[in-house]
C-alpha cells in the first residue's frame, strides 16, 4: 500500500493548484499525508486485526458473515480510532460528520474515498474472489452506493492482478468487461478533464494512468499530468503500480518521512503481516508462471493434438509476449546497469554464441543477473532484427529458464539483506 502513500504525499500539493505535465519534483514543498493515506492505513489496521481475531472465531458461526461483520466494526472503529487525530487532513464534509459521530453509519456515496483507501483490500487477498470481498466489506461502511462499491472493486481486483502476474493487457481487458470502459487515453483528455470526485470519473482513469505508465514512477508522474483531484488519482494510480512493477527504496524512504509514529507503527505492522521482499526484477519474472503454462501446453499430457492445426501455445500467448517485450525494453530504460549494449561480448566471455541454439543451451545456474540480461538483450534483439526470431525462445524453455535466475537472484538478494 506504500504506492498509494505515495500517491497521495505527490499529489497533496497539485489537488487544487493542478500540473498538467510530467516534469515536476515528486517531493517538495506543500507535500503532506491526506486523508488518502491515513484511511489507508486504517483499512490495513483493520484488516490485520481481524484476521487475528478471526482464527478465534466459533466454528459454528457462518466464517464469511461473521468475518464480514466483524471487518465492517473494525475498519469503522479503526477509522475513527485513527482518523480523529487528524481533523484537518482534508476530509470531505460529509465524511468528516461521519468520522466524529457517535453512531457512524453508511450515507450512500459514490465518492472516489472508497477507492483511494482500498489498496490493502488488493495487497492481503489470497485469490481474486478474497479481493473482491475485502473490498466491499470495508467500503461499505460509508460508501454503500453501487458505485462506490463498483470503484472500490475496480482498484481492488486490478491490485490483485497486478501483483499475482497478469499484465497490462489482461488487466485492461478484465477492467473493461467488468467495471468500466477504457476507450480513451490520458493525452486525450488532458486538456479537458477537470476536478471530480466521484468514483465514475476517477477510478477509470487512474486506473489508464497505469496501464500507460512504464514504470512506478511514470505511472505517478501521468496521474499528477492529468490534473483533477490529484493526491487520489495518484494514490489509486499508485497502489496499482506498487503491486505490478513494485516501488524504488528511496521513494518509499522519502513518503515514509512524512508518517508520524502512529501512522509509521501502523506501516510497519503491515509491513511483517503482509509485506513482500522488494524484487527488483519482479516486472519480468511475474511472467514465469503464465509462460510456464505456455510450456505446459506445448506437450498435453493425452497426447491429444493442438486445437488448431499448426497453432503453438507461443502463438496463443503472442499479446503476453509482446507485452512482456515492450516492459523489458521499460525496465532497462530505468535500469541503465542491465541495458546491454556489448551483450555479445558478456555471451562470448561465457562461450555463448549469438545463436537460438547456443543461448538456449546456456548453462544460467552460477550467471549473475548482467550475464542473464545479456541473453535476454540478445534474444529481444534478435526479435528487432527478424520478426518472429523470439518466439522459439518461449517456446523451448530458455526464456522461463532466464527468468527463473533472475528469479533466484532477487531471493538471494533479500536473504543477504535479513
Known sequence: MIGAIIGDIVGSRFEFNNHRSKEFDLFGKGCFATDDSIMTLAVAKAIMETERAAAYMSENSDGAEAFRALLGENTVRCMQDIGRYYPNCGYGGRFHQWMFSDDPQPYHSFGNGAAMRVSPAGFAARDAEEALFLAEAVTAVTHNHPEGIKGAKATAAAIYMARTGADRREIKEYIERNYYPLDFSINGIRDSYRFNETCQETVPQAIECFLEATSFEDAIRTAISLGGDS????????????????????????????????????YDEWQETHGAPREIFHVLTKYIDKFAEM???????????????GETAATRFI??????????????????AYHLTNYADILE????EWSERSMSAADVSKMDAQSVFAL??????????????????????AMLKWLRRLREIDAVSHEQKI
Request: glycine residues 10%; hydrophobic residues 40%.
Open 231 to 266: 493526491d487520489t488519482i495518484a494514490a489509486i494510480t499508485g497502489a496499482i503500480a506498487e503491486a505490478y512493477y513494485g516501488v524504488p527504496d528511496w521513494m518509499r524512504a522519502q513518503a515514509l518521512s512524512y508518517l508520524d509514529g502512529r501512522l509509521r507503527a501502523v
Open 295 to 309: 510450456e505446459r501446453s506445448e506437450e498435453p499430457a493425452d497426447g491429444s493434438v493442438r486445437v488448431h492445426e
Open 319 to 336: 499479446g503476453s509476449i509482446a507485452v512482456f517485450e515492450d516492459e523489458f525494453y521499460a525496465f532497462a530504460k530505468e535500469y541503465p
Open 349 to 352: 566471455s561465457h562461450g555463448i
Open 376 to 397: 535476454i538483450t540478445g534474444a529481444v534483439r534478435v526479435e528487432h532484427l527478424s520478426g518472429g526470431a523470439l518466439k522459439p525462445f518461449f517456446e523451448n524453455g
